[in-house]
């Protein structure tokens, strides 16, 4: 998902430490699909209840959003409004993506391939109502603030970031960069050891920066040519030019004073081109939101994931203890953070 622009980009490599007292919006459809892939049991098989209700999802945002509380850290989480008409056509891949995924997952573990399963496994997860509404419950039971927005998460974010609200958004994907995010971290709620795919190695994941303007600064470009770039590329809502990867994009929009004036070189089309670079440069957002942290409520926490999702208690209750130690009986608001 996202744009793969990853290679031209400057990235800092910092500490979880260094992010204490700085508010994250995160983009909740991303980190959720993180969840739902990563933590699994080794055949591939997500986190379930006694009902067979997935339960990856909360997992992951109990244990891992708890750890970044417990670093002074203010997570907010925004999730997806109504998407552009122009992503029909990625909606529908993606689900077809998620369909054969499931069907060569199910197919290894008959197999007992135990490594391709969970591969497979990953790129079957799916988010569905159920999934968002707990996710919703849980952190509000929390204590966590979050939004809806209008359109696109990431938009939403990275318009919370320019105001001053949010200090990065936080996602794997680059597209926050597109819609104008000053600051984006990758892998805040995915650190630690991780596999390579198709290989027997692990490499260490800690948290990294993007600082927009220094990049631009760096390729000698402006926002508006990053987008270019990516519409090269291929975005969520058009699919790239042939054989254009992200450097030979670069050094085309450097020579070109427009993305028109690449589609005429290159003698290749780009639907939506217009409509697609304006949703980027002016998306839909709001600013119709109020970011509280709230002591979290241990007694509706417990019930729910427990008595419910037949969690363990005293893991839970754990979890609630450290939550509540640093949001405190106090309710802090945005303000009293800086």
Known sequence: MGVDIGELLHKKEVEISNLSNKTVAIDAYNTLYQFLSIIRQRDGTPLQDSKGR???????????????????????????????????????????????????????????????????????????????????????????PYLQSPSEGEAQAAHMVQKGDADYVGSQDYDALLFGAPHVIRNLTITGKRKLPGKNTYIDLKPETIDMEENLKSMGITRSKLIDIALCVGTDYNKGLEK?????????????????????????????????????????????????????????????????????????AKACDRLDSKLGSQQKTLDQWF
């Open 54 to 144: 997935t339960t990856s999802h909360l997992s992951g945002i109990l244990y891992r959003i708890t750890n970044l509380v417990e670093e002074d850290i203010k997570p907010v989480f925004v999730f997806d409004g109504k998407p552009p008409d122009f992503k029909t056509d990625t909606l529908e891949k993606r689900k077809q993506s998620r369909e054969n995924a499931n069907q060569k997952w199910n197919e290894a573990k008959e197999k007992g391939l135990t490594e391709e399963a969970y591969k497979y496994a990953q790129g079957s997860a799916r988010i569905d109502d159920q999934i968002l509404d707990d996710a919703k419950y849980l952190l509000e039971s929390m204590g966590i």
């Open 244 to 316: 254009i990867g992200p450097k030979r994009a670069l050094k085309l929009v450097k020579t070109h004073d427009s993305i028109k004036s690449i589609i005429d070189e290159t003698g290749q089309n780009i639907e939506n081109v217009d409509k697609v670079k304006d949703f980027f440069m002016n998306p839909e957002v709001t600013d119709d939101y109020h970011l509280k942290w709230n002591r979290p409520n241990k007694d509706k926490i417990i019930q729910f994931l427990c008595e419910e999702h037949d969690f363990s208690e005293e893991r839970v």
